[in-house]
C-alpha cells in the first residue's frame, strides 16, 4: 500500500475508532496491519525526550479486571503510604509518572517512588537493611545484591500461597521467563522478590555501516573482532569499530569483563569458590579485550554504559554489545543521529563455554551479561500487605505489558507480555519502539549469562574488581597476568572478611 | 523560670546563655556522631549474620597494612596542597586585580561569585561533560593547543586523573577566597599606603612590605576554613571518577563512603573517617600554633 | 592608588579575561540547557552555534508552550522538578535564619567576654566541621529516624543549620572583633546591660558581618548533598540530590540536568546580589590589629 493511501486509510480508521464506531480490538487490528509508523506520528505530536507511546492515550490503560481486582482487595488498606526507593530504569519512570496513578485512584493506597541512580539506591537498600527500620516497603533488588539481601524481602511464593484473600487472580508466577528467575531472584532455594526489569546485553550495530563494508552481523567473537577492525581501519578517527563501558572502578566495567570472559570459556569462579578470572582463558579473554579496546572510542576508559550509548547514539561508534534498553533511545529523532540506523542481532557467539558445574556461586556462563533486579517487599516494611498488593500489580502481565509500551521498549520479565498486541505494535522505528524485543527474548533464552550470586558480590562487582581492570587498562601493571593475579589476590582477602 | 531570673541571667556576665543553644546543637551533631564512630570502629558488620560483632583492634591494624589506605591518604595529601596553593595564590592575585573601581568591575566581582551557588555535584558534571574526551569544551581546547593528546582523556588516565579533578575544584572555589581576601584588602587603612606612595615604592614592594603582613590574619583563617573543607573532598570524586582510574582520584571521604555502603563494612568505613579527622584536628592545631592565631 | 591609562587599560582588561574565564563553563552549561542532546555531542563542540529550544525546560518544569498537552505531564512527567527548586528554597532560607541566629549571640559573647578555655572552645567548635561527611550522616539517620524527622523539611533545616554554625560563629566573631570594645565599656558603665548592648548597639554595627555570613552559609545549604541524600525520601529533595535523577539507566538526561541547573542557579544568585555590597565591604576576617 502507498504510504499517502496508508495514511489516508489510517486517518480513517482512527477517526471511526474515535467516533465509537469501531472496537478497540478491531481498531488495534487494523492499525496493526497498517504498520504503525504512521499511527504514531499522527497521533501524537513531537515524541518527547525518552519516551513515546506509539498509541492514543487511551489504548494504554490497565485492563479493567486488573482494576475491578484492585478495588475489591485494597479496600482495608485505603490511607496507606508506601515507599520504595529503585534505579531510573524506563519501567520504574513509567510507573512513578503514568501509571502509578491508576494504582492510586483504584486502592486509595499512596505510592511513593523515589528515582535514583543505582549506587545511591544502593545506599539507601543497605542503611535500611542494615538498620532493620522499615523505611521502605519494597525494595528494587539489582541482581548483584540479591544474595545480600535474600533474608531481609519475602519469597513471593510464599506470599502468594500465604494470602488466598490477596492473590491476585492469574498472576502467574509460571509466566516469569524460567531462565530470569534463576538469573536474577534464586538464591539458594528462595526467590528474591521477581523478576522486574531485564537489560541484557546484546548486539547492536549500524546496518548502514555494516552494509558499506560489506558486513553482516558477527556471530562470532572473531568477526566482532574483525568487522570493528575493518571499520575502525576505514573510518577511525571519525568513527570506531565499536564502544565499551569502561570506567573505571564502576560497575559498567565489570560488566563488560565478563562478557569477554564468559565468552571465552572462563568464569569468575571455579566449583570450589576460588576466583578464576586468571587462568588460561580468563588471559585468553584479557589478550582480545586488549585488541577490541584498540577499535574503540578513546574515551570508552571514562564512560559507564551512559558514554557508551552516546557513543552509538552520536554516531562515533558503529556497533556495541551492550543494554538492549539503549535501543529504543537510538531510534528517536530528535536525540539521536542514527535513528532508524540501527539493528540488533543476539549476542556474538561463545568461542567456548563453562557450564555451571564449572562454575562457583551459580555464576551461569554467557556473552549475553544480564543486569536484571528483582522487586520485592522488605520483610521490615510496616505495611507488607498493601505492598504486596502492590508488588502484584506492578509486575502483573497487564501491567508489564503497559510498562514495556509506555516505557521505551524495556524487555518484559514474562513470556505472555512478549505476544501482547499492545507490545507487538509499537515494533516500528521511532522512539520507544519494541522491535528489538525478540532478539531480546532469544538472547535471554539462550545467550544469556548471570553473575555468580554472593553477599560480597555487591564489593567485588562494584570496587575491586572494577578498580583492578581500571588500573590496568590506565597502565598501572605490567601485564593482564600480573593484574589479574592481583585481583584474585583482593577478591581473596575480600572473600575472608 | 520566673521573669525575674531571666532578666537576671540575661543581665549577668555569664556566657552560659549566649552560648547554650549552639553547645547543645553542636553536641548532638557532633559529639554523638564521634563517640558513635569510635565505637563502631571496634566492631565489625557481619552480613550472615545481620549485626555488628566485637573485633577489637582488628580495623585499626588492618588499616594499618591497607595499601589502598595510605594510597588514599596520597591523593588526599596532594589534593589538598595543590588545591589550596592555587585557591591562595590564584585568589590573592584576582582579588588585588579586581580591587578597584574600573569600568564593570562590579558586575565582575559578583559574576565571580556565580561559581560557588553551583551545587558540587553539578559542577563535576558539568566538567565531566566538558573533559569528555570525544564531545568535551575543555578536550576541544587544550587539543588545539596541542597541550593534550586526544587519545589519553584527561579523566581516565592516571596521571592527569587528579588534575582534571582539580581543575573543578580551583575554579568553584578561587572565587571564594577572592571574596574573603577582598573584603580584607578593603578594610587596609590607607596611611600607611599613601606613605608608601610619598616614599616611592614598587607596586611589588608595596605589596611584600605591607598588603602581605597586614593580611596575613585573613589569610591564614581563610587558609584554615577552606583546608578543612579540602581535606574531605568528596562530592567531586564520587561524580567525576569513582575514585578511578584505579585509585588515582581515591579519596579518603570517597573510601570511607564505598566501605560503608559498597562493602557494607561500617566499623573499617568509621576508622578511616576517624584518622581523617584526627590528621585534619592535627593539621589545623599546628595551623593555629604556628600562626598565633588567637581566638 | 592611582595608575597611569594604560596600567588601568591593561588592568581591566585583564579583569574582563579573568572572570571571562570563569563565567565560560556557566555560559556553556546554560546553553546545554537549551539543546537537543544531538547538539550537546559533537566534535569539534558547537560551543555558539545550535538549535536553541525550550523543550529541556519545559520537561523540567512541566510547562508546555511548544509541546501539544499529551507530550508533557505538568505535575506528573518523568523530570518534573520545579518542586524541588521550592525546596531547596525553603530549606537554604530557614536553615539560614536558624544558623544566624543561634551564632550571633554565641559569637557576641566570644568576641566580648573573657571566660577560662575560650581559645580552646572556640577550637572546637572549629573541630565539629572536620569529620568526613559519611562518618555523621549515619548516626544522623538513626537519631532522625528515632525522633521522626527524617524525610521533613524541620529534620533537614535543623540538620543545615548545625552545618552551618562553626562557619557562622568563626565569621561573626570576627566581626565583632572589629567593633572597638571600648563602645561596650562606656554603655556598660552607663549602667547597660549585655543583652542591651548587644542588642542595639553592637548588632547594628555588624549588619554587613551579619549579611556576609548569612549568605555563605545558605549557600552551603543551597549545595550541600550527602545529607539530604540520606536524610530524606520523596516529601522533599534539594536540586543537587534530584539532579542525579537525570542519570537514568539508559544515558544521562545532560539537557535536562542543564537546565535544572541554570534555573537554580537564578535564586542563589540573586541572593548573592543582593547582599554583595556588604559580603565585599563587611567580610573582614578582623583581627588586623596584632
Known amino acids: 500500500m502507498k504510504d499517502n493511501d496508508r495514511k489516508r486509510y489510517l486517518a480513517s480508521v482512527t477517526d471511526r475508532f474515535a467516533k465509537g464506531q469501531m472496537g478497540r480490538r478491531q481498531f488495534l487490528k487494523a492499525s496493526a496491519a497498517l504498520g504503525l509508523a504512521g499511527l504514531g506520528t499522527s497521533m501524537i505530536g513531537r515524541p518527547s525526550g525518552l519516551f513515546t507511546p506509539a498509541y492514543a492515550q487511551e489504548a494504554l490503560t490497565p485492563s479493567p479486571e486488573v482494576i475491578a481486582w484492585l478495588k475489591d482487595v485494597a479496600k482495608p488498606f485505603a490511607g496507606t503510604t508506601l515507599k520504595l526507593a529503585t534505579e531510573a530504569t524506563p519501567p520504574s519512570n513509567a510507573l512513578n509518572s503514568q501509571l502509578k496513578g491508576y494504582f492510586e485512584e483504584a486502592t486509595g493506597i499512596k505510592v511513593e517512588i523515589e528515582i535514583l541512580p543505582l549506587e545511591q539506591v544502593l545506599q539507601k537498600l543497605t542503611l535500611d537493611v542494615a538498620s532493620s527500620l522499615g523505611t521502605y516497603d519494597l525494595y528494587y533488588i539489582d541482581q548483584s545484591w540479591a544474595a545480600s539481601v535474600s533474608q531481609d524481602v519475602f519469597d513471593p511464593r510464599e506470599q502468594y500461597a500465604a494470602n488466598a484473600a490477596l492473590a491476585m487472580p492469574n498472576y502467574n508466577l509460571d509466566d516469569f521467563l524460567p531462565a530470569l528467575v534463576d538469573g536474577i531472584c534464586v538464591y539458594e532455594d528462595r526467590w528474591v522478590g521477581v523478576p522486574y526489569d531485564i537489560p541484557v546485553f546484546i548486539m547492536i550495530y549500524r546496518k548502514d555501516i555494516y552494509d558499506q563494508f560489506g558486513l553482516k552481523a558477527p556471530a562470532t567473537l572473531a568477526e566482532l573482532l574483525s568487522n570493528s577492525e575493518i571499520i575502525t581501519k576505514e573510518m577511525g578517527p571519525t568513527v570506531y569499530g565499536t564502544t565499551g563501558q569502561m570506567k573505571s572502578g564502576h560497575y559498567s566495567l565489570e560488566c563488560d569483563w565478563t562478557a569477554w570472559l564468559w565468552g571465552h570459556g572462563g568464569s569468575v569462579f571455579g566449583p570450589d569458590g576460588k576466583f578464576t578470572g586468571n587462568d588460561d582463558r580468563g588471559l585468553e579473554a584479557m589478550a582480545y579485550w586488549d585488541k577490541l579496546k584498540a577499535t574503540m572510542p578513546p574515551g570508552v576508559d571514562g564512560w559507564t554504559w551512559d558514554g557508551q550509548g552516546q557513543s552509538v547514539a552520536q554516531g562515533v561508534a558503529a556497533s556495541m554489545l551492550s543494554w538492549g534498553e539503549f535501543f529504543p533511545y537510538f531510534d528517536d529523532p530528535t536525540q ?79 513470556a505472555s507480555v512478549y505476544e501482547d498486541p499492545r507490545v507487538l505494535a509499537n515494533a516500528r522505528v521511532g522512539a520507544g519502539t519494541t522491535r528489538h524485543l525478540n532478539v531480546v527474548r532469544e538472547t535471554i533464552a539462550n545467550h544469556m549469562g548471570s553473575e555468580p550470586d554472593l553477599p560480597e558480590w555487591a564489593q567485588l562487582s562494584s570496587d575491586t574488581i572494577p578498580v583492578g581492570l581500571g588500573k590496568y587498562f590506565a597502565g598501572g601493571y605490567g601485564s593482564a597476568k600480573e593484574a589479574l593475579d592481583d585481583i584474585a589476590g583482593q577478591v581473596g582477602k575480600v572473600m575472608e572478611g | 523560670m520566673s521573669v525575674a531570673q531571666v532578666k537576671r541571667i540575661a543581665i549577668s556576665d555569664s556566657p552560659v546563655p549566649w552560648l547554650a543553644p549552639l553547645v547543645a546543637l553542636l553536641v548532638v551533631f557532633t559529639v554523638y556522631p564521634l563517640l558513635y564512630n569510635i565505637w563502631l570502629s571496634f566492631h565489625e558488620f557481619v552480613p550472615k549474620r545481620r549485626a555488628l560483632e566485637f573485633v577489637g583492634f582488628e580495623n585499626w591494624v588492618q588499616l594499618w597494612g591497607d595499601t589502598r589506605f595510605w594510597s588514599a591518604m596520597g591523593v588526599t595529601f596532594v589534593y589538598f596542597f595543590v588545591a589550596l596553593f592555587f585557591q591562595v595564590t590564584l585568589g590573592m592575585g584576582i582579588a588585588l586585580l579586581l580591587d578597584a573601581e574600573l569600568p564593570g568591575f562590579g558586575m565582575l566581582r559578583a559574576v565571580l561569585s556565580m561559581t560557588l551557588v553551583i551545587p558540587p555535584a553539578i559542577a563535576g558534571m558539568m566538567f565531566l561533560l566538558m573533559q569528555d574526551p570525544q564531545f568535551g569544551v575543555l578536550t576541544y581546547f587544550l587539543s588545539q593547543l596541542g597541550i593534550l593528546d586526544q587519545t589519553s582523556p584527561i579523566l581516565s588516565t592516571s596521571s592527569t586523573a587528579l588534575a582534571g ?6 575554579w568553584q572555589w578561587t572565587p571564594f577566597m577572592v571574596l574573603i581576601f577582598m573584603a580584607g584588602l578593603r578594610a587596609l587603612p590607607p596611611e600607611p599606603y599613601e606613605a608608601a606612595m610619598i616614599d616611592g615604592a614598587s607596586a611589588y614592594q608595596v605589596f611584600r612590605r605591607l598588603t602581605l603582613p597586614m593580611m596575613s590574619k585573613v589569610i591564614a583563617v581563610a587558609i584554615l576554613l577552606r583546608g578543612i573543607d579540602l581535606f574531605r573532598v568528596f562530592d567531586y570524586v564520587f561524580v567525576m571518577t569513582s575514585g578511578g582510574p584505579g585509585t588515582a582520584t581515591y579519596s579518603m571521604s570517597y573510601y570511607a563512603w564505598q566501605q560503608t555502603f559498597t562493602a557494607t563494612n561500617w566499623g573499617y568505613g568509621a576508622t578511616i573517617s576517624l584518622v581523617s579527622l584526627l590528621i585534619v584536628i592535627v593539621m589545623a592545631n599546628v595551623f593555629i600554633s604556628v600562626f598565633k592565631i588567637k581566638w | 592608588m592611582h595608575q597611569s591609562r594604560p596600567t588601568r587599560l591593561l588592568r581591566t582588561l585583564a579583569g574582563w579575561v579573568v572572570v571571562g574565564i570563569f563565567f565560560f563553563p556557566i555560559y556553556f552549561w546554560t546553553t546545554v540547557a537549551f539543546r537537543n542532546a544531538k547538539d550537546i555531542f559533537n566534535w569539534p563542540p558547537k560551543i555558539f552555534v545550535f538549535e536553541p529550544n525550550l523543550h529541556n525546560f519545559e520537561e523540567v518544569f512541566g510547562i508546555s508552550l511548544t509541546l501539544g498537552p499529551q507530550v508533557v505531564n505538568p505535575g506528573g512527567g518523568n523530570f518534573y522538578m520545579a518542586p524541588r527548586l521550592l525546596d531547596s528554597i525553603i530549606i537554604a532560607t530557614f536553615s539560614t535564619l536558624l544558623a544566624i541566629v543561634v551564632a550571633t549571640g554565641a559569637a557576641y559573647c566570644l568576641s566580648r567576654m573573657q571566660f577560662r578555655g575560650r581559645h580552646h572552645f572556640v577550637n572546637w567548635v572549629l573541630s565539629t566541621r572536620m569529620m568526613p561527611p559519611v562518618a555523621v550522616a549515619i548516626p544522623m539517620f538513626f537519631i532522625f529516624k528515632q525522633f521522626t524527622l527524617l524525610d521533613t523539611y524541620t529534620g533537614i533545616i535543623i540538620i543545615h543549620a548545625i552545618m552551618n554554625l562553626p562557619l557562622a560563629v568563626l565569621l561573626m566573631k570576627s566581626f565583632f572583633d572589629d567593633i572597638p570594645t571600648e563602645i561596650d565599656e562606656s554603655a556598660l558603665i552607663d549602667g547597660a546591660s549585655r543583652w542591651t ?9 555588624a549588619k554587613g558581618g551579619i549579611a556576609a555570613s548569612a549568605v555563605l552559609c545558605f549557600i552551603f545549604s543551597w549545595t550541600e548533598f550527602l545529607f539530604v541524600l540520606t536524610l530524606t525520601q520523596t516529601s522533599l529533595k534539594t536540586v543537587p540530590v534530584v539532579s542525579s535523577t537525570f542519570v537514568t539507566s539508559i544515558g544521562t538526561a545532560w539537557g535536562n540536568m542543564a537546565a535544572l541547573g541554570a534555573a537554580a542557579i537564578i535564586p542563589a544568585f540573586i541572593v548573592v546580589l543582593l547582599v554583595q555590597r556588604h559580603l565585599v565591604r563587611g567580610l573582614t576576617m578582623g583581627s588586623l590589629k596584632q
Open chain 1, 336 to 414: 539521536t543521529k542514527v535513528s532508524g540506523l540501527c539493528e540488533v542481532a543476539v549476542p556474538p557467539a561463545a568461542n567456548l563455554l563453562r557450564t555451571s558445574a564449572e562454575t562457583g556461586y551459580g555464576e551461569i556462563p554467557g556473552v549475553g551479561h544480564q543486569g536484571g533486579s528483582s522487586l520485592a517487599v522488605s520483610k521490615y516494611s510496616k505495611a507488607p500487605d498493601a505492598a504486596w498488593i502492590f508488588m502484584q500489580w506492578a509486575t502483573c502481565a497487564d501491567t508489564q505489558a503497559l510498562i514495556t509500551s509506555l516505557g521505551g521498549g524495556t524487555g518484559p520479565t514474562r
Open chain 2, 165 to 170: 579533578v582539580l581543575v573543578v575544584e580551583i
Open chain 3, 197 to 205: 548592648i548587644f542588642r542595639r548597639i553592637v548588632l547594628p554595627m
